[in-house]
């Protein structure tokens, strides 16, 4: 250290004396003395207090069994501020052991545990998994491995280690007790924690409806943290997670998550896969989900002008089977999502549930007058690019299912009515694709007779276009449609499309059963419907005349198309597969009908006369091939 001079004092020198050298020094160490009092009484802070032994034990516990925290990208940091020691620390707060909090209305029942604070499971009692319990909105294997619902999420990887392993101190307020212990909503669960000049305060409330509110603050030495309340991966209706359970289709539930967001009332979505890890968005979110087929968790913050997220992405390796543990394997994305404000202290709701119409519908986000007048969470449901028709469709299915009654097996009956009227309805373009096909045979000798014509010419002689131009002119001074016969799948395809959004996202098809199917979102696991469309398909092609078609053609159009669809409905809904087996029986009918009129006749007469013509040709040719 650089020595100290005191200008006042003067160094020994000749004729100097002991007595006032030696009450200089007197005087210069009561002076010291002085300054050291002064300076303990007016500057120096109180040292805390040392935490207890139970305290010291429990931290260290916490410390050795809390899991890694996984790194987020940069975006936003703690202030400085939050590092500066403004006031003495609180008094630790911490209970003593773990114990879990349970409040349950009519919708759904969720366990809170006093470990960081967390919701353990959230069952809708409403909805069962596919082993007829009721369905937990928590995914057991991603919530043991990335964290429970409602766990903090902040900038600083051992903070959140400490909040979300911390012992929290309970307590409640409102809700009648019931004698299992259990609390019956509308409540309200407050959980506290202090330590090492960190605190934290969770408060949720409950009332009857999905939505619960989550109010949280969380300082340290005094200053606000930004942490944020996770959902921090899956839903519990992804059932290939449970190596036990068997595959519902050939995708995972996963496969189908999305993130969601509304912005100045503009919903928006992104596939999984394509949701970036770690990524702070700073936007006035109204509210921000994660979705997949039939249920979603989504975050309403009681102030969107403030809003933060932060998007969860983690790559999973699964069984392509759920059955086979030690088969081959794919990679499953699977995303969560924080939500918090940037003040420091959150005000938010969350909504944990199925994704049905009506109650997503009365779901509002805050409006700028700071009541619920937002937008819904209806864009929730998303039915495709054919929303226009599908949702039509699902309004239809539903409104036929309500008109039956409220049995589970009438979804499938809505579901038969449906397919017979969009059938009828589309029989109009298949009379204009069967007299355009009576066009097409009786115009064929004059477009074989063009193809003999040119049939010496390679593929690419200009006198090709010669070919096109003189077939274009008998096309059009017979008056028939090239593309006639391509009418009604023109019209069935956004049909069968639409149908099948409505069927894989309607969450009211879910585990509706019909006659010996269980499932109606599920395959059909007698493979009864598979069957039946390979059959019907069959068999409408056979009895169909196909004008300018060769014998392979003919073959392939009446074995390998049914084949083909009834192999892509080994996995695909069951409900999807009613009506297209409907359909195909009116078809099939259809086209009887059809043959019997006057039109079918000629089509057949005409099909017969060139099958013996052609078969007198065949004749004709074999002496030629002997010699």
Known sequence: MPEIHNPNLQSQGPGGGSGGDMRSTMAFMLLAVLLFLGYQYFFSKPKPPEPSPATQGHTQQQAQSAPPAAPLQPGAAVSAAGRRAVKAAPPAISAAQQSATTVENELYKIVLSNRGGVIEHWYLKKYNNDSGKPLDMVQPQMAAQFGDPLTFLTYDDGLSKELNQALYQ???????????????????????????????????????????????????DGSPVRALISWPAGLGDMDEFVRSSLARTMTFASAAAKFAWAIDGRPDSIKASKVSGGATLTEPYQYAAVTDLYFTAAFLPDDPENATVVTLHH?????????????????????????????????????????????????????PDGKPNGPSLAPLIQFGWFTIIAKPLYLAVRWLRQTLGPGADNWGWAIVIVGILLNLLTLPTRIIMTKSSLKMMRIQPKVDALKRKYANLKFNDPKKAEMNTEMMHLYKSEGVSMYGGCLPMLIQMPLLYAIYEVLENAIELRQAHWFWLPDLSAPDPL??????????????????????????????????????????????????????????????????????????????????RRAAKKKGNLGQQRPLARR
Do not use: C
Not at 326 to 342: C, E, F, H, P, Y
Not at 581 to 603: C, D, P, R, T, Y
């Open 170 to 220: 309970v307590s409640v307020s409102g809700g009648q007790r019931t004698a299992n212990g259990t609390y019956i909503a509308p409540a309200s669960i407050t959980f506290r924690y202090a330590a090492n000049g960190v605190e934290a305060v969770k408060t949720i409330r409950f009332n009857s409806s999905y939505v619960i509110s989550v109010d949280a603050e969380v300082t340290q």
């Open 315 to 367: 790559a999973v390796n699964l069984p392509t089977n759920p059955s086979e543990t030690n088969g081959k394997t794919k990679q499953a994305d699977v995303i969560g999502l924080a939500m918090g404000s940037i003040t420091g202290v959150d005000h938010l709701r969350l909504f944990a549930g199925p994704k049905d119409t009506q109650v997503l519908a009365s779901i509002h986000a805050m409006g």
């Open 527 to 608: 493979y009864v419907l598979p069957i039946l469309i390979i059959l019907t398909m069959f068999l409408v092609q056979y009895i169909s005349p196909s004008p300018g078609m060769d014998a392979s053609q003919r073959r392939m159009m009446a074995f390998v198309m049914p084949v083909m669809f009834g192999f892509f409905m080994l996995h695909f809904p069951s409900g999807l597969a009613l009506y297209w087996v409907v359909g195909n029986f009116i078809s099939l009918a259809i086209q009887v009908w059809i043959n019997h009129s006057s039109i079918g006749k000629e089509m057949h007469a005409i099909a017969a």
